[in-house]
């Protein structure tokens, strides 16, 4: 398989030594330095494109690469405002998305269990509830992507909780989202349900870059020869 790295910071150089240890080539490594240079020609020498950057190239980089006809993963995250309209774009060109907000194959189970508890607490109000994420100071955008995933679940569940806020809130229908950017920690997540009596929580914590890199060239292998959305889901058949 012949790989496009569009973003060739800490995650892209994981990525390239993933997709090399499994025999895949990189054909391009696009960065801060050549991004404006690279041509429709480029990116079609590749398979599929991982595209790792930042919020505000996210959504250029993809449409290049449906001009170019070539499927992209992507893991970019921090531009959840737009991600509906780059579905609808992708589905009426006939291209291929597929985009996670965490490609951990641990962090998606946890996605699954969180869904599940969130349901289950709809049904104790004594339990109040909120979101921790902490990562590397680094990192551009907050909350993090996995963090409003799971945000979004809690919400989408629970009865007395009407949106989720990065911010303490005095407002006990607001979801808090607490985000802690420490040292070069590769990130942590926490769903906490507390009440008098006793807490509850969900952890999950990543030991190195390495399993979201994994997740990201599964992806890729993946999604070669479809047309369409998809996410971790589709691929881990949950």
Same mark, same amino acid.
């Given at each position: 398989?012949?790989?496009?790295?569009?973003?060739?910071?800490?995650?892209?150089?994981?990525?390239?030594?993933?997709?090399?240890?499994?025999?895949?080539?990189?054909?391009?490594?696009?960065?801060?330095?050549?991004?404006?240079?690279?041509?429709?020609?480029?990116?079609?020498?590749?398979?599929?494109?991982?595209?790792?950057?930042?919020? &505000? &190239?996210?959504? &250029?980089?993809?449409?290049?690469?449906?001009?170019?006809?070539?499927?992209?993963?992507?893991?970019?995250?921090?531009?959840?405002?737009?991600?509906?309209?780059?579905?609808?774009?992708?589905?009426?060109?006939?291209?291929?998305?597929?985009?996670?907000?965490?490609?951990?194959?641990?962090?998606?189970?946890?996605?699954?269990?969180?869904?599940?508890?969130?349901?289950?607490?709809?049904?104790?109000?004594?339990?109040?509830?909120?979101?921790?994420?902490?990562?590397?100071?680094?990192?551009?955008? @907050?909350? @993090?992507?996995?963090?409003?995933?799971?945000?979004?679940?809690?919400?989408?569940?629970? *009865?007395?909780? *009407?949106?989720?806020?990065?911010?303490? @809130?005095?407002?006990?229908? *607001?979801? #808090?989202?607490?985000?802690?950017?420490?040292? #070069?920690?590769? &990130?942590?997540?926490?769903?906490?349900?507390? @009440?008098?009596?006793?807490?509850?929580?969900?952890?999950?914590?990543?030991?190195?870059?390495?399993?979201?890199?994994?997740?990201?060239?599964?992806?890729? #292998?993946?999604?070669?020869?479809?047309?369409?959305?998809?996410?971790? *889901?589709?691929?881990?058949?949950?």
């Amino acid at each position: 398989m012949k790989i496009a790295l569009i973003g060739y910071g800490k995650m892209g150089k994981v990525i390239k030594a993933i997709a090399l240890e499994r025999k895949h080539e990189i054909v391009l490594e696009v960065d801060s330095h050549n991004m404006d240079t690279i041509t429709l020609d480029d990116l079609r020498k590749a398979d599929v494109a991982i595209e790792f950057t930042n919020p &505000g &190239g996210v959504v &250029g980089n993809i449409m290049k690469c449906f001009e170019a006809n070539i499927p992209v993963v992507v893991g970019t995250t921090g531009w959840h405002n737009r991600i509906d309209e780059l579905k609808g774009i992708c589905i009426e060109k006939d291209q291929t998305m597929f985009y996670a907000s965490n490609f951990s194959i641990g962090v998606n189970i946890f996605f699954r269990l969180n869904d599940y508890l969130s349901k289950i607490m709809n049904n104790y109000p004594e339990y109040d509830v909120f979101v921790q994420e902490i990562h590397h100071i680094h990192k551009v955008d @907050s909350p @993090s992507g996995t963090a409003i995933t799971l945000a979004n679940q809690i919400v989408k569940n629970l *009865d007395r909780k *009407d949106k989720w806020v990065n911010e303490e @809130s005095d407002n006990s229908r *607001d979801l #808090e989202i607490k985000s802690d950017r420490i040292e #070069e920690v590769p &990130g942590t997540h926490v769903v906490n349900y507390y @009440s008098l009596v006793d807490d509850l929580e969900l952890t999950h914590v990543a030991n190195s870059r390495k399993g979201f890199g994994v997740g990201a060239v599964a992806a890729a #292998e993946w999604v070669i020869g479809k047309k369409g959305v998809f996410g971790m *889901d589709d691929m881990l058949k949950f």
